[in-house]
Nanobody, 125 residues
Framework: QAQLVESGGGWVQAGGSLRLSCAAS????????MAWFRQGPGKKREFVAA????????YYADSVKGRFAISRDNAKNTVYLQMNSLKPEDTAVYYC??????????????????WGQGTQVTVSS
């Protein structure tokens, strides 16, 4: 069964940086749009960033625009989320997701069919 495994989460002070990675278990993910979502304490899961299958197009939530950057290395079946200037409100479990619809890069939960288990990011003030 296809799997997505996130890593790179942890604890950081406000203003710091972290880089999350999402490794896919199958080569087919190289043709899939990928995204990051997050779920903070007591909150619904929300969109963070998405990237199309070849990395040429990216989308960001307004709350992270200019601070976060999504990228991918299809040769390594891996997607990254570089997070800079972190704020306490960025504290959440971050999830990697993939969609089998190669030509449609979505920003909603319903558009993604494969999900990782999540990695915790904690930002202290």
């Amino acid at each position: 069964q296809a799997q997505l495994v996130e890593s790179g989460g942890g604890w950081v002070q406000a203003g710091g940086s972290l880089r999350l990675s999402c490794a896919a278990s199958e080569r087919t993910f190289a043709t899939y749009p990928m995204a990051w979502f997050r779920q903070g304490p007591g909150k619904k899961r929300e969109f963070v960033a998405a990237i199309n299958w070849n990395g040429g197009t990216t989308y960001y939530a307004d709350s992270v625009k200019g601070r976060f950057a999504i990228s991918r290395d299809n040769a390594k079946n891996t997607v990254y989320l570089q997070m800079n200037s972190l704020k306490p409100e960025d504290t959440a479990v971050y999830y990697c997701a993939a969609s089998p619809r190669q030509w449609q890069t979505g920003t909603t939960l319903e558009e993604y069919e494969y999900w990782g288990q999540g990695t915790q990011v904690t930002v202290s003030s």
